[in-house]
T-cell receptor, first 116, second 114 residues
Framework: KNQVEQSPQSLIILEGKNCTLQ??????????LRWYKQDTGRGPVSLTI?????NTKSNGRYTATLDADTKQSSLHITASQLSDSASYIC???????????????FGAGTRLAVHP | NAGVTQTPKFQVLKTGQSMTLQCAQD?????MSWYRQDPGMGLRLIHY???????DQGEVPNGYNVSRSTTEDFPLRLLSAAPSQTSVYFC?????????????FGQGTRLTVV
């Protein structure tokens, strides 16, 4: 069964600290892995997209890693800010069969709270 | 720079009522989709469309209808609302359904069925 599991479910950190969120997947065939940020009451917004051959990708203070062998990804947030408080969703894209379309499999997300 | 626009933002329905959730995008994207987001679960695909006049079912289509008469609009219809349809609904669009195209989401519609 195609699944994306994220840990921890929730996390509280102090402003200025770093944190790492985890994503494990059992999706096959794999096409790419995405991280999204979802603010409360808003839709998800893309942070990074990584293909099979990419093992690191950065977007400002956000750095995503991908280990396609172990089927694990992480999102590292450096020098956290209050505005980083949000849910972070890991999404894996299925490689479609011939003529098909890339289906997205969503994790349940990690809810991050940054406190002053 | 509107992107994906959803209306309404909040809605309360009585069991058995019908309604339409609106979704419009101004990016000339081919691929549009509807998801529902429930507590503790990832977003689940309800229906999707790969272009005007073409729609298909996702993993949780029961109780919902869609149509795509124009590239811009992709409304979601609840035929006879049930409490199990209480959820947050997101519309998303992508340039096309191919590998690395980025998905853009609307702000969501929070639906409560009583």
């Amino acid at each position: 069964k195609n699944q994306v599991e994220q840990s921890p479910q929730s996390l509280i950190i102090l402003e200025g600290k770093n944190c790492t969120l985890q994503c494990n997947y059992t999706v096959s065939p794999f096409s790419n892995l995405r991280w999204y940020k979802q603010d409360t009451g808003r839709g998800p917004v893309s942070l990074t997209i990584m293909t099979f051959s990419e093992n690191t990708k950065s977007n400002g203070r956000y750095t995503a890693t991908l280990d396609a062998d172990t089927k694990q990804s992480s999102l590292h947030i450096t020098a956290s800010q209050l505005s980083d408080s949000a849910s972070y969703i890991c999404v894996v894209s299925l490689k479609p069969f011939s003529g098909g379309y890339n289906k997205l499999i969503f994790g349940a997300g990690t809810r991050l709270a940054v406190h002053p | 720079n509107a992107g994906v626009t959803q209306t309404p933002k909040f809605q309360v329905l009585k069991t058995g009522q019908s309604m339409t959730l609106q979704c419009a995008q101004d990016m000339n994207h081919e691929y549009m989709s509807w998801y529902r987001q429930d507590p503790g679960m990832g977003l689940r695909l309800i229906h999707y469309s790969v272009g005007a006049g073409i729609t298909d079912q996702g993993e949780v289509p029961n109780g919902y209808n869609v149509s795509r008469s124009t590239t811009e609009d992709f409304p979601l219809r609840l035929l006879s609302a049930a409490p199990s349809q209480t959820s947050v609904y997101f519309c998303a669009s992508r340039l096309n359904g191919q590998a690395n195209t980025e998905a853009f989401f609307g702000q969501g519609t929070r639906l409560t069925v009583v």
